[in-house]
């Protein structure tokens, strides 16, 4: 079984990048998915239920908000560049990463990755600008709707696998989340160029043609039609429901090697957050028993990793989807961050204590 399972883990790491793959990602988790329950045993009626039923909401939400996009698409335009215009550009992108990333705590990281995915498709910017600025937001989502129980899942499992109260994750984790939070919407700030700014660039360096720069960018009136909003939410469905497969597939493999090891050791471990479910995770490792400063560690080892590939996090498969941002595309940039951000809070435990 823990063979299986392991090949499994290794194809969901790496086949992801492939083409093949890349362009049919939400049928190759689901068979993971399936092949994982299959391979652990543990596929039975309660499971497939969960399985069918859990994503409905989530599903439910991509539809409706997208559907509302396309009908108020023009007044929220509007809004949103007569807000990114009324203040410099680069302090309304730090300032939209860090509130998008604290309110996920209450509003949801479903409705926060919609928003997410929204604000993006309306701003005038440049592929890699986009691309940053999704994931430099996803990073701070996946963070910041874990200070309340109703943020994210992951959230909710811990709160009330410990039967604390309701701010007791914001009191826990709130003095690394909320600075961390800050931190990328300070490098979205820096690492994001507007489309004015692109085009300057090119007519200043006269390498490319207006042809060519169009192409680079999309256009902002562009609107959805109503068979890519319903394609879109089903694939959502199927992504949710094959992460829900992957996590309980790999519970058995969870309890039996990383329980009992160090908070240290299972800080990095914990970058499986990046392809698994982090709420599965976090259900299996955490315990009443444990002391805070080992909850924080395991937690920040979670929520950190999830950022850094598509499957990571549900605002990663969100807006990813929605801005058909591939895996390649995404882990290129992410990855080297998510691991940076490991590294550097690593040595705040060491240094903490």
Known sequence: MIIGLTIILLLVLFLPFTKVVEK?????????????VLVSQVLDWELTKEALVHPINITLAVLIAGLLFRWFQGPIEKGILGLSRAMPYRLFIALFVIVIGLISSVITAIVAAIILAAVVSILRMDRKSEIRLVILACFAIGLGAALTPIGEPLSTIVVGKLNEDFFYLLKLVGSSVIPAVIIFGILAAFMVKSREELSHTQMAAGKESNAEAKSKTKTVTETESYAEIIIRSLKIYL??????FLGAGFEPFIERYLLDLSPLILYWINMLSAVLDNATLAAAEISPAMDAPTIKAILMGLMLSGGMLIPGNIPNIIAAGKLKITSLEYARFAFPVGLIAMVAYFIVILITG
Request: hydrophobic fraction near 80%; proline fraction near 0%; charge should be negative.
């Open 239 to 244: 992504f949710v429901m094959a992460l829900t």
């Open 24 to 36: 049919n990602l939400e049928v190759f988790l689901f068979i993971m998915g399936l092949a994982a």
